[in-house]
């Protein structure tokens, strides 16, 4: 039995939305969230600065949220770096760099981890860009303590207005809570998206002339982060989701390091990856081509589940894969799991695939099986913030709470999008680039050299 979720409506008075921080850091999950009036008052520090020997603290944080809350209404794009200088960015950005990349592919969070009796997970699907949404899940939710994870399922940038705002600011949750914070990696983590949906230009424009050396290190940073999680030893995460095993094919010469790892592209030759294989993968590269040590990457970020049994070639992305419910029952029972958590469609893409559930309250759950659950969770409500029609979805976002003993049945919160949001300028093509992420153009996602 899956609990009930509940429906949130922000509120959108001019009340300072940074009111009730102390309330919210203290375990509040209060649903009265108000966007600020950025002639009400000026934030605690422009420039935001580096703090001595770079110790973070949560006033730290909260300050930057309210800095670049109150930055997104009362300043133009290009005055970005007079809120967090370029200096306070690289710092910001090797901190946590060098703690992102020491993780492992899949990360887990466990009693080793300090997940205990009293201990709750927020799960987050993508955010794509809508800051205000944001601060509004992390208010609502609770801010990262002790007692309460946040694992995070990719597609921090892209689309919406505010991408680089969201990536650092959880970048800098993820310094000063290292095992309370997961920052998952998404599809649109890439060179090559950012560069079509719009986050390479918003670097850009905030940055001016340091703009490529930001992009960069966004870059360098993106590599750093995990695929997936494992919660509780029961729940898997990931943003796309399954992914293919390998086949390994002895040489003539009978030496096993002559041995060949071929990952098989054949739809008839599919069989399911295992974590050990998902642990040895290689996610340093961002862009395709798929294959090789880089395949089960780009399936963990590309693929869709389908009511169609079997595992095949996700046609229509063009890249990863597609699963049956018959995968996901086979996934599941074979590590002893009961849910399934991915993210990766948002209405747009739902819109589009009829023999699944719409994305209109943030989730779905996409299979019902022996074993467990497999979910599709969205976190951006009203979304893409860019619509080429009149007509919007107006869908909901969700996120989700795993409680013990297990942590293994989600409790569901859906919310509205915060209104109004602060008048912002496309960074990309909206009405010429299509909503989802099908029809790729695969041959300039494949480096030149």
Same mark, same amino acid.
């Given at each position: 039995?899956?609990?009930?979720?509940?429906?949130?409506?922000?509120?959108?008075?001019?009340?300072?939305f940074?009111?009730?921080?102390?309330?919210?850091?203290?375990?509040?999950?209060?649903s009265?969230?108000?966007?600020?009036?950025?002639?009400?008052?000026?934030?605690?520090?422009?420039?935001?600065?580096?703090?001595?020997?770079?110790?973070?603290?949560?006033?730290?944080?909260?300050?930057?949220?309210?800095?670049?809350?109150?930055?997104?209404?009362?300043?133009?794009?290009?005055?970005?770096?007079?809120?967090?200088?370029?200096?306070?960015f690289?710092?910001?950005?090797?901190?946590?760099?060098?703690?992102?990349?020491?993780?492992?592919?899949?990360?887990?969070?466990?009693?080793?981890?300090?997940?205990?009796?009293?201990?709750?997970?927020?799960?987050?699907?993508?955010?794509?860009?809508?800051?205000?949404?944001?601060?509004?899940?992390?208010k609502?939710?609770?801010?990262?303590?002790?007692?309460?994870f946040?694992?995070?399922?990719?597609?921090?940038?892209?689309?919406?207005?505010?991408?680089?705002?969201?990536?650092?600011?959880?970048?800098?949750?993820?310094?000063?809570?290292?095992?309370?914070?997961?920052?998952?990696?998404?599809?649109?983590?890439?060179?090559y998206?950012?560069s079509?949906?719009?986050?390479?230009?918003?670097?850009?424009?905030?940055?001016g002339?340091?703009?490529?050396?930001?992009?960069?290190?966004?870059l360098?940073?993106f590599?750093?982060?995990?695929?997936a999680?494992?919660?509780?030893?029961?729940v898997?995460?990931?943003?796309g989701?399954?992914?293919?095993?390998?086949?390994?094919?002895?040489?003539?010469?009978?030496?096993?390091?002559?041995?060949?790892?071929?990952?098989n592209?054949?739809?008839?030759?599919?069989?399911?990856?295992?974590l050990?294989?998902?642990?040895?993968a290689?996610?340093?590269?961002?862009?395709?081509?798929w294959?090789?040590?880089?395949l089960?990457?780009?399936?963990?970020?590309?693929?869709?589940?389908?009511?169609?049994?079997?595992?095949?070639?996700?046609?229509?992305?063009?890249?990863?894969?597609?699963?049956?419910?018959?995968?996901?029952?086979?996934?599941l029972?074979?590590?002893?799991?009961?849910?399934?958590?991915?993210s990766?469609?948002?209405?747009?893409? !739902?819109?589009?695939?009829?023999?699944?559930?719409?994305?209109?309250?943030?989730?779905?759950?996409?299979?019902?099986?022996e074993?467990?659950?497999?979910?599709?969770?969205?976190?951006?409500p009203?979304?893409?913030?860019?619509?080429?029609?009149?007509?919007?979805? !107006?869908?909901?976002g969700a996120?989700?709470?795993?409680?013990?003993?297990?942590?293994d049945s989600?409790?569901?919160h859906s919310?509205?999008?915060?209104?109004?949001?602060p008048?912002?300028?496309?960074?990309?093509?909206?009405?010429?680039?299509i909503?989802?992420?099908?029809?790729?153009?695969?041959?300039?996602?494949?480096?030149?050299?």
């Amino acid at each position: 039995m899956v609990p009930q979720s509940d429906s949130l409506n922000p509120n959108n008075s001019d009340e300072d939305f940074f009111s009730t921080t102390t309330s919210v850091a203290s375990g509040s999950t209060s649903s009265d969230s108000k966007p600020p009036s950025p002639t009400q008052s000026l934030p605690p520090q422009i420039p935001i600065k580096w703090p001595p020997e770079g110790a973070l603290t949560l006033s730290w944080v909260t300050d930057l949220m309210q800095a670049f809350e109150w930055a997104s209404r009362a300043l133009p794009p290009s005055e970005f770096a007079s809120v967090l200088p370029v200096e306070v960015f690289d710092k910001l950005v090797l901190t946590s760099s060098k703690i992102l990349h020491k993780e492992p592919n899949c990360v887990e969070i466990d009693s080793e981890s300090g997940l205990g009796s009293d201990s709750r997970v927020v799960v987050v699907g993508d955010v794509h860009g809508q800051l205000h949404d944001v601060l509004f899940l992390l208010k609502n939710a609770g801010f990262p303590g002790e007692d309460r994870f946040f694992v995070f399922n990719g597609d921090y940038v892209d689309r919406g207005a505010w991408g680089l705002e969201i990536f650092l600011l959880l970048l800098a949750w993820k310094v000063l809570m290292p095992h309370r914070v997961y920052l998952l990696r998404g599809n649109h983590e890439s060179k090559y998206c950012t560069s079509v949906y719009g986050f390479e230009k918003e670097v850009l424009t905030k940055y001016g002339d340091s703009g490529k050396h930001v992009y960069r290190k966004c870059l360098g940073c993106f590599e750093g982060l995990p695929l997936a999680s494992i919660i509780a030893g029961r729940v898997y995460t990931a943003h796309g989701g399954l992914f293919r095993g390998t086949v390994v094919t002895p040489s003539k010469r009978a030496k096993k390091k002559n041995r060949k790892v071929v990952h098989n592209p054949e739809g008839n030759a599919l069989t399911l990856g295992s974590l050990e294989e998902l642990a040895k993968a290689r996610r340093s590269v961002l862009d395709p081509p798929w294959e090789g040590s880089n395949l089960i990457p780009g399936d963990v970020l590309w693929s869709d589940p389908s009511m169609t049994p079997g595992l095949s070639p996700n046609k229509e992305r063009g890249i990863g894969l597609l699963w049956g419910p018959d995968c996901t029952e086979e996934f599941l029972k074979k590590f002893n799991l009961k849910l399934i958590i991915r993210s990766h469609e948002g209405p747009d893409a !739902r819109d589009k695939r009829p023999d699944l559930g719409g994305m209109d309250v943030g989730y779905t759950i996409d299979h019902i099986v022996e074993s467990g659950k497999l979910i599709t969770l969205f976190s951006a409500p009203d979304y893409p913030q860019f619509q080429a029609t009149e007509e919007r979805y !107006r869908n909901k976002g969700a996120y989700i709470f795993l409680e013990p003993p297990d942590f293994d049945s989600p409790i569901f919160h859906s919310f509205e999008a915060v209104t109004p949001r602060p008048k912002a300028n496309p960074y990309y093509d909206f009405e010429d680039v299509i909503d989802s992420d099908e029809e790729l153009d695969l041959v300039s996602m494949v480096p030149d050299s």
